[in-house]
């Protein structure tokens, strides 16, 4: 099954590199619109193809889409990145106009096809592609619950001193400097409550410290990540075309789930061959429930400068 990738930059080339190397896709189809960048990319991740033992093929073009015809998942990441002191939400200006002429053209050559929305800020541009694409929602997915909980994992991991898989967590609501909710209430080791281990100090730091994981990593490489967002980006796609239907935090379009409706928030969804198969709605606590209907209302306020 064919998955197109548009923007080669870091996180596009990042997306098709982990699709590659975990060789469940039959081909990538790389776009941008800087001349010959996507060949280049391609080209150049298809020499891994030897070294890294996979199958997928990888193309590249400048902006023709015919080429991304009859895709199953299409993952949008054309668009600017922000830099060190920037919020994402500052990049609005520029990557409303990227994201809402790429899903034209997407939509135009794959009408069936499953949108992953990653350019920021993405529950905003979640949100542009449910107002412009014309696509039933359940094939509408913002990327950003996956990685803010890989994040979360890894900072529950380092309080613990533990292994990364031996810890469970979740991060729902916006993804944000200040909207995002990691849900620390129900995050565990081995099914063992991490407030059993950590102090209230030890926990509210790694709250405080996934929240601003991405811009913990603008400020050290000044420019935002793409090795998590990429492999993020992976398991959602893997999901889609193996139909693993893995449960999997994604910014959706609400109607009254976890109390709201027409906005994408990350909620944690089944996903499957057809996109998001169910949200998943469970009981939050009265401060997560606070802080979800907070971060609802900032992202509605962003979405208010959409010109839709
Ligand atoms: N949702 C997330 O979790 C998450 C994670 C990381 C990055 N991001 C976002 O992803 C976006 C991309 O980040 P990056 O680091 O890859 O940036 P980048 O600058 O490395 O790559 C962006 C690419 O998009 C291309 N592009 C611009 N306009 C285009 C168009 N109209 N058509 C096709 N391609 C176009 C550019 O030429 C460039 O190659 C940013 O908005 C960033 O904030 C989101
Ligand atoms: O932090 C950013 O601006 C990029 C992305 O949203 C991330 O969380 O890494």
């Known amino acids: 099954m064919k998955v197109t990738v548009v923007g080669a930059?870091?996180?596009g080339a990042s997306c098709?590199?982990?699709?590659?190397?975990?060789?469940?896709?039959?081909?990538?189809v790389l776009v941008d619109i800087k001349e010959g960048f996507a060949e280049g990319k391609a080209m150049d991740l298809m020499q891994c193809a030897s070294l890294n033992g996979f199958d997928t093929k990888i193309t590249g073009t400048t902006g023709d889409y015919s080429k991304t015809a009859g895709s199953k998942v299409a993952v949008i990441?054309?668009?600017?990145?922000?830099?060190?002191?920037?919020?994402?939400?500052?990049?609005?200006?520029?990557?409303?106009g990227i994201v809402k002429e790429v899903t034209e053209n997407l939509v135009k050559h794959s009408p069936d096809?499953?949108?992953?929305?990653?350019s920021n800020p993405m529950d905003t541009m979640a949100y542009l592609v449910h107002k412009t694409s014309g696509?039933?929602?359940?094939?509408?997915?913002?990327?950003?619950?996956?990685l803010d909980s890989a994040r979360f994992k890894y900072r529950l991991a380092e309080a613990l001193d533990c292994p990364i898989s031996d810890v469970d967590g979740m991060v729902v609501a916006a993804h944000s400097d200040t909207g995002m909710v990691p849900l620390i209430s129900k995050a565990t080791r081995n099914g063992v409550p991490v407030s059993t281990f950590l102090s209230q100090e030890q926990m509210d730091s790694v709250v405080e410290e996934t929240k601003v994981g991405g811009a913990t990593l603008t400020k050290l490489l000044g420019t935002s990540a793409w090795y998590a967002p990429g492999a993020a980006v992976s398991v959602l796609v893997q999901s889609?075309?193996?139909?693993?239907?893995?449960?999997?935090?994604?910014s959706l379009m609400l109607n009254g789930e976890y109390g709201e409706s027409d906005i994408c928030l990350g909620v944690p969804a089944i996903i499957g061959a057809n996109g998001v198969e169910k949200i998943v709605e469970f009981e939050?606590?009265?401060?997560?429930q606070?802080?979800?209907?907070?971060?609802?209302?900032?992202?509605?306020?962003v979405n208010g400068d959409l010109k839709v």
Do not use: H, W
């Open 113 to 118: 096809v499953i949108i992953i929305v990653v």
């Open 16 to 28: 098709a590199e982990y699709i590659a190397m975990k060789n469940f896709a039959s081909e990538v």
């Open 77 to 96: 990441t054309s668009g600017i990145p922000r830099k060190p002191g920037m919020t994402r939400e500052e990049l609005i200006g520029i990557n409303a």
């Open 135 to 146: 696509l039933p929602k359940e094939r509408i997915i913002g990327m950003g619950g996956a």
């Open 240 to 250: 889609i075309l193996c139909d693993q239907k893995k449960m999997i935090p994604c």
């Open 9 to 11: 930059g870091a996180v």
């Open 290 to 301: 606070a802080k979800f209907a907070e971060a609802a209302k900032a992202v509605r306020e």
């Open 284 to 288: 939050l606590n009265e401060a997560e």
